[in-house]
Nanobody, 125 residues
Framework: QVQLIESGGGLVQAGGSLRLSCAAS????????MGWFRQAPGEEREFVAA??????????ADSAKGRFTISRVNALIKEYLYLQMNSLGPEDTAVYYC????????????????WGQGTQVTVSS
């Protein structure tokens, strides 16, 4: 059974930081590109960041560059994906989703093979 389970969301004041986690299992996710998306109320889901299998390459939306850092750790039967978010602002308020695909372009295009259920991030001003 494929599972991508996010955690780490919550309420934080503007200027603060959060670290999101995603635990992926049920596939050999070490071979997958993995990434983060977010969806704010009334908005479409948007790409935030992605990292290639093995972690050699990372990709960021302009809104995330310089503030967010994506990373991953392989722990045998699970793959862990992280998103360190710093200097958060109210515009970062959204549900954040973990995603995975064997093809980086498909993930970045918003059509990954797998999605998590999302974790809410709320930034107060």
């Amino acid at each position: 059974q494929v599972q991508l389970i996010e955690s780490g969301g919550g309420l934080v004041q503007a200027g603060g930081s959060l670290r999101l986690s995603c635990a992926a299992s049920g596939r050999t996710f070490s071979s997958y590109t993995m990434g983060w998306f977010r969806q704010a109320p009334g908005e479409e889901r948007e790409f935030v960041a992605a990292i290639s299998s093995g972690g050699r390459n990372s990709y960021y939306a302009d809104s995330a560059k310089g503030r967010f850092t994506i990373s991953r750790v392989n722990a045998l039967i699970k793959e862990y994906l992280y998103l360190q978010m710093n200097s958060l602002g109210p515009e970062d308020t959204a549900v954040y989703y973990c995603a995975a695909d064997t093809v980086t372009r498909e993930l970045r295009d918003g059509t990954p093979d797998y999605w998590g259920q999302g974790t809410q991030v709320t930034v107060s001003s």
